[in-house]
């Protein structure tokens, strides 16, 4: 068993083409060593920062912790706030981030050895 705090792991500029409108950070909870299973970060998005439509191989789910976000696919768009939980099937196209007036965090789940695929410019 291992108890990991997230407020003593420090957040790592999430330089990614796939993000834009604003810094992104991330603070990875799960390292590669540390599952068989899973991949878990905390990823932080300033006011107006999202990234860009994209696909994993894996499901994802979202747990939102803080400020106020948008998770978006082809056919929709919800506003998420803390305590939502997101399920986002394997290959469905999304994006996710925070709105416009305020900062948003989430914890991420994805299956280890999932890959995203950018599918927007």
């Known amino acids: 068993m291992k108890v990991v705090k997230p407020d003593t792991i420090p957040a790592e500029a999430a330089n990614s083409p ?24 905390v990823v932080n998005f ?26 978006a696919t082809e056919a929709r768009q919800e506003v998420i706030g ?10 469905e196209k999304h994006w996710h981030g925070a709105t416009p007036d305020s900062a948003f965090s989430h914890i991420a ?8 695929t950018q599918v927007e410019e």
């Open 18 to 41: 796939l993000f834009t409108g604003g810094p992104v950070t991330r603070q990875t909870l799960l390292t590669p060593g540390m599952s068989n299973h899973f991949n878990l970060a």
């Open 46 to 71: 300033s006011a107006g920062a999202r990234n860009k439509m994209h696909i994993h191989t894996s499901d994802q789910v979202l747990f939102v912790t803080a400020g106020k976000g948008i998770i």
């Open 82 to 91: 803390p305590g939502d939980v997101v399920h986002i099937s394997a290959q």
């Open 109 to 116: 789940l994805t299956a280890k050895g999932s890959t995203t």
